[in-house]
Nanobody, 117 residues
């Protein structure tokens, strides 16, 4: 069974840090490009960052550049999103997405991140 499970969300004060994880099972993880998205209340889901199968990193969202980093550990079948200098506007449900080389997409269930004092 194919599964992608996010973890690491929570409540953090402005300026704080969190590291999200997305663990894969039932797939050959290294063959998937992995992305992180987020969706704030009342807003559309937006792409934050992608890391390709080859490890190329693309930060798609300007507001997180210099603060967020995506990485992957193929030995652990896990992709990470390191989030630093968090702001209240980063509050959202964060999702990982896997895309196979033939274009099949798989989504995790999401993890809530709340940035509040």
């Amino acid at each position: 069974q194919v599964q992608f499970v996010e973890s690491g969300g929570g409540v953090v004060q402005p300026g704080g840090s969190l590291r999200l994880s997305c663990a894969a099972s039932g797939v050959t993880f290294s063959s998937y490009a992995m992305s992180w998205y987020r969706q704030a209340p009342g807003k559309e889901r937006e792409l934050i960052a992608t890391i390709t199968r080859a490890g190329l990193i693309i930060i798609a969202e300007d507001s997180v550049k210099g603060r967020f980093t995506i990485s992957r550990d193929n030995a652990k079948n896990t992709v990470y999103l390191q989030m630093n200098s968090l702001k209240p506007e980063d509050t959202a449900v964060y999702y990982c997405k896997a895309r196979s080389y033939v274009g099949d997409d798989y989504w995790g269930q999401g993890t809530q991140v709340t940035v509040s004092s």
